[in-house]
């Protein structure tokens, strides 16, 4: 077990922590499609600064390789395949959200609270980051799932999706970071495999209906 | 031993990458021969299995009886869908066809593979990584047929069924977090030394871990209220895709909920555990009986009649008796054997037939007198009649739930299923046992039947047709469909009898060793 947390550093990873979650609550009212993206690359940095500040505050040096495959993964090559996606697609504008930007927001700041007393009742105790960064990193999941409800456009919900992948991410530096590195690295290259199969199938609507958004998605029910 | 686990995790890899360089004649053949190596090498392993209690290769792979039920399960399928799939694909000719049955027979491939891995990794990491690629490779899969139908099917499945996996890594971690408790900060995150050590992990931390778990995995089991890709990935799939994704995946997401009851009963007890799956359990049933009520689509029927069995196996689970955890294990392969057969006779119904629409399909056992008769008979053992296997699973599963006791669930779990019988076979007799216009005079089919059966929806070319690769398929063309007697391939009438066969065995005499090892399975689920 570590030594007891000094408090500036303890300061330093929450303020990451909560940059994260700003970020997805910003993805939440970003009305245009490449601002998500660039987002989504912004919180994805956060998290690779988290992740380094474990590594060097803990000296856990598996993490710094952690760090940098996020980095190069989930900063660079990733929403550049987004870009390239949008690239060929005449619509800029992300879809219309089922809430406006105000409900939005605070329909997430509701999830927001209940993340904060639900992991708060649950006494988990951390030798790596303050227990509040495991509070953000689910509030920064249940945002995402906010996210993907309330908008109605392929991108948006990819990115939700990665981005709760961060929370996750976020989750099991706090009370994860001794996970096995061989492990943490499949899942980041899972990660990978799983936007290339996004991306074929956004490509197919795209190709198929000329459009992103999901609200032709709705034939199949019953 | 150790080396047929290598050779279960290389084989179907090695024909995968094979089947993409290869002539399509020659990876039609491939699959079904990888198929029967696979199930081959798994049975040999049963004995072993049932001497030794588990077979072992190196630290990450390592198969027990429960597993090894899976092993058994999956393999069957992956041999009769591979031979299913040579009677189903029509190449078409050029070069779009030929790229079809490539990605096709690779992904199918890989999807096994996958499929294969998960029972195999003695890491709940990886077992999540397997589970997850089974996610991105199905999808695509999904996606093949290229229609509209099949892009949204194929949308809403890697969509929600990644959120799903989302929350089953939370559930990993936390796990994790459980086991630095006992372990230190760093350690292999192995099921066996997560069951040794379970008694002294936090109870609040294995609590949430568990329902994480359910919520996660059972997104891709299909469990209600997270089921709500699977109607629509199951029947807009290409036919052996359902197939695998209604009675493998399913059942390998099963596993993942199985593992992690394990090391839950073994840190908290069994109780908690049992009831949140009785929970999900007793929706996913509830919920299914009653939409088999209602169903138009010959696959879609399938497919709920899927989250019908996945909440019977949950319910199974919740009896916490040896005698309902035989019968789910028993469940699982005859499901696998039966929600299998029943597909592949909705794929030859949808070659013959051009529809899988029910309300335009008469006549179906006078046109496809083997695959038409079979698929009854799959629907029946479906609905758990004698002398099916899933007669003697659910009879064994209702008896622990009999002696558990817990009478009001056994008898709300017996009245669902019946519900569910009535909604599955009035509409597939309707569709099969009926005099259609193949019987009556060919072209001239009863107008008046067909407009009164088609006005309330009409029949949608994408949705009546899954692939786009019927050659000279009448799409969309409205009346009921006459068409010639006589079946489509031998090689589906060949797969489905096997699935029959299979389902007989398993309801009439057991073999020895497998019966056996269900026993030695359903004793590690009961005591950790």
């Keep these: ?222 | 031993m150790g080396g047929i686990l290598v050779a279960l995790l290389v084989f179907p890899l090695v024909v995968a990458v094979l089947s993409y360089a290869v002539p399509v004649a020659v990876a039609k053949v491939l699959a079904p021969v990888s198929g029967a190596a696979a199930f081959g090498l798994a049975l040999s392993l049963v004995p072993t299995v049932v001497v030794h209690g588990h077979v072992a290769a190196g630290s990450e792979l390592r198969v027990d009886a429960l597993s090894m039920v899976f092993l058994v399960a999956t393999t069957f399928l992956y041999l009769t869908t591979a031979v299913f799939s040579i009677g189903y694909l029509h190449v078409e000719p050029g070069a779009a066809g030929v790229r079809y049955c490539r990605r096709f027979y690779a992904g199918m491939n890989v999807f096994c593979w996958a499929m294969l891995a998960a029972p195999l990794m003695s890491n709940l990491a990886l077992l999540w990584v397997a589970i997850e690629v089974t996610t991105v490779v199905s999808a695509l899969l999904v996606a093949i047929d290229n229609t509209d139908s099949a892009t949204e099917a194929a949308w809403k499945y890697v969509l929600i069924a990644s959120m799903g996996l989302g929350i089953a890594l939370l559930a990993t971690i936390v796990l994790y977090y459980g086991g630095t408790a006992v372990f230190g900060a760093s350690y292999e995150l192995s099921y066996v030394k997560m069951l040794a050590g379970a008694h002294h992990f936090p109870a609040d931390v294995v609590r949430l871990a568990f329902v994480l778990s359910v919520l996660g995995f059972g997104t891709k089991m299909g469990l209600v209220p997270v089921h709500t890709w699977l109607p629509d990935a199951h029947s807009e799939a290409p036919t052996p895709v359902s197939a695998l994704l209604s009675g493998a995946l399913l059942a390998t997401s099963f596993y993942a909920i199985l593992r992690y009851y394990q090391i839950t009963a073994a840190a908290i007890g069994s109780t908690y555990p049992r009831n949140v799956l009785l929970v999900f359990g007793l929706a996913s049933l509830l919920l299914a009986a009653l939409y088999l009520l209602r169903q138009r689509d010959m696959k879609r029927m399938f497919a709920y009649s899927s989250v019908e069995h996945m909440g019977i196996l949950a319910i199974g689970m919740s009896f916490g008796v040896t005698l309902a955890f035989v019968g789910v294990l028993l469940h699982v392969l005859a499901h696998a054997a039966a929600k299998g057969t029943a597909f592949f006779g909705a794929g030859s119904v949808l070659r013959k037939f051009g529809t899988k629409d029910m309300a335009a399909l008469r006549g179906g056992v006078g046109a496809l007198p083997w695959s038409g008769s079979m698929l009854v008979a799959a629907v029946l053992a479906l609905s758990a009649m004698p002398p099916f296997g899933l007669f003697r699973s659910e009879f064994l599963i209702v008896s622990g739930g009999l002696s558990d006791p817990r009478y009001g669930v056994a008898a709300v779990l017996v009245v669902l299923v019946t519900l569910a019988f009535f909604g599955l076979s009035w509409s597939t007799t309707q569709t099969m046992l009926t005099t259609g216009p193949a019987d009556l005079s060919g072209v001239a089919a009863a107008p008046g039947v067909a407009a009164v059966a088609l006005t309330p929806h009409g029949v949608d070319a994408d949705h009546g047709v899954d692939a786009g690769h019927v050659p000279g398929t009448p799409s969309g063309a409205p009346g009921l469909r006459a068409v010639t007697k006589g079946e489509v391939s031998p090689w589906i009438v060949v797969a489905m009898a096997l699935g029959i066969a299979a389902l007989t065995l398993l309801g009439v005499h057991p073999p020895a060793d497998l019966s056996r090892l269900l026993d030695h399975a359903a004793s590690e689920l009961r005591s950790p």
């Design chain 1, 1 to 222: 077990m570590a030594a007891p947390v000094p408090s500036t550093t303890a300061g330093v990873e929450d303020v990451v922590a909560v940059i994260v979650l700003l970020t997805e609550f910003a993805m939440l009212r970003a009305p245009l499609l490449r601002s998500q993206v660039r987002l989504y690359a912004f919180q994805s940095l956060a998290v690779s600064v988290l992740a380094v500040v474990v590594a060097a505050t803990r000296h856990v040096p598996d993490v710094y390789a952690l760090a940098g495959l996020s980095f190069v993964l989930k900063v660079v090559v990733v929403p550049g395949l987004m870009r390239r996606l949008l690239g060929d697609v005449e619509v800029h504008l992300a879809g219309s959200s089922r809430l406006g930007a105000a409900s939005s927001t605070l329909v997430a700041l509701g999830v927001t609270v209940f993340a904060f007393f639900a992991v708060g009742s649950l006494h988990v105790h951390s030798s790596l980051l303050p227990p509040t960064t495991l509070a953000v990193a689910s509030a920064v999941v249940l945002v995402a799932f906010v996210l993907i409800v309330l908008r109605s456009d392929v991108i948006s919900q990819a990115i939700g999706f990665y981005s709760l992948e961060n929370g996750v991410t976020i989750a099991s530096l706090v009370i994860a970071a001794g996970l096995p590195l061989v492990v943490e690295t499949v899942f980041v290259f899972d990660l990978l495999v799983a936007v290339v199969a996004f991306g074929i199938i956004m490509r197919v609507h795209h190709g198929r209906s000329q459009t992103l958004s999901t609200d032709e998605l709705d034939r199949l029910r019953g």
